[in-house]
């Protein structure tokens, strides 16, 4: 994700710097960030790089059933998850991390202490109703509160709006949809990114986020991910009312 | 503030180290932390450092009238707020910060978007709608709803009530009481830190808060604040039930 270099360079740590693409280190010793799913283009990664001294972290915020087919049991030495991603609550600063190793665990709980003087109190509270709230929709609650049933429909739709309207616009195109058995909703299941990976394919289109910008479409340029400037990031998981504007907007170019 | 150092060391900045007691530094580049009211104190205090090159930092999260008079109006080039002391939502992990240096303010901007993503927006409207009920209370409101008079009130009771139960234990003493003209009440007011900085009178008694804890009263030991461990830091913001069990408890120690 684009924020990791920013921070350690802003910080400019003792202890780590970034180091650029795992694709294209060379070394022993090192912390090797898989985000998977990954941020912006929603597909599954593994790490790339294994050495007895490096560590891998992998972020799964994004690996939920609304989003991707949970297809195995994630059994990573650190896992990273959140419930911004998870259920929408972003503004509680909450994640929760799964670790092997007690000393790496120590170590990232003291960091949390020494970064924000622990998590807030409010912001566990909040996030324990959550999360229960979730959690009880599945041990023989309504199936209307089924959270991860409600958010895969949601995303399944709005995936569907967005082909059909790069399609009618026949400016634009979209990673090929990719599929796999989900061990959550016991079905094959689509992969639904929180994000589209969205090319503009006009000759004459060369800054893709400037040209939608120029039709009130706000996205993220590919530059921004170290890609190609005709690429785009586009936000999945806006509301409804703003979700059905962008969609017809886009539908509308040429 | 004690978690300065340990957050500049865990880190390992290479912008910056801890120096250690601004009393006691010698060199024209620094930026000079002021706690004004001091935590653990309650101490008015200025910047003791002055070079063209240097800067300070005034951290004025308890400078508001339920902890200390108001006596002037506060007017240091980089002061910083919370309401976390000033109305008690710590959770929102809200704070403030006026600067007169653009450039200076654009970093600390820069830094809160790296370090948290932002402000959560969720936390930015619970702190508005505080913050507006306060001042509405003030705007022509119910007394009952002026959140510093009470505060006040509420503080001057506690810190009765612990000089009692410091006089009557006769094994204790407290900062001598001082007062000043508090522009905000418009009358002499005395101060009343938000923690106590309570001394073990005791001959046998070396390690106050060892001592407290074998009498069921939690505290902050001196010594980790760089101070002697006969003295604790004590805090006078617990909920009303807890603090009456305190008193009570610290009365009944000879």
Same mark, same amino acid.
């Given at each position: 994700m684009q924020s990791y270099p920013a921070v350690t360079d802003f910080l400019r740590s003792g202890l780590f710097r970034w180091a650029g693409d795992a694709n294209s280190f060379v070394g022993d010793s090192y912390i090797e960030l898989v985000c998977s799913p990954n941020n912006p283009d929603g597909a599954i990664r593994d790490a790339v790089l294994s050495s007895g001294a490096g560590k891998a972290v992998h &972020?799964? /915020? #994004? #690996?939920w059933p609304q989003y991707t087919p949970i297809t195995r049991r994630a059994d990573h030495d650190i896992m990273l998850f959140t419930v911004s991603k998870s259920t929408? @609550? /972003?503004?509680?600063r909450i994640g929760w991390a799964l670790v092997k190793d007690r000393e790496v665990a120590r170590r990232m709980t003291k960091f949390v202490e020494l970064n924000t003087? +622990?998590?807030s109190k409010d912001s566990q509270l909040r996030a324990a109703k959550v999360l229960s709230a979730v959690s009880d929709g599945y041990d023989? +609650? /309504?199936? %209307? @509160? %089924?959270l991860f049933d409600f958010g895969r429909r949601k995303m399944v739709e709005r995936w569907r709006m967005l082909r059909e309207a790069a399609a009618a616009s026949g400016a634009f195109s979209l990673p090929e949809e990719t599929s796999g058995r989900c061990n959550f909703a016991n079905e094959t299941a689509a992969n639904?990114? /929180?994000?589209a990976w969205l090319r503009c394919d =006009?000759? &004459?289109?060369?800054d893709c986020a400037g040209f939608l910008r120029g039709h009130k479409i706000l996205t993220r340029s590919g530059n921004q991910f170290?890609? &190609?400037? =005709?690429y785009v990031r586009v936000s999945m998981l806006d509301r409804d009312d703003a979700y059905d504007i962008f969609i017809s907007r886009l539908a509308s170019l040429k």
């Open positions: &972020d799964l /915020a #994004y #690996y929408g @609550h /972003a503004g509680t003087i +622990g998590v023989g +609650g /309504a199936s %209307r @509160h %089924r639904n990114p /929180a994000f =006009r000759e &004459d289109v060369e170290g890609a &190609d400037p =005709r």
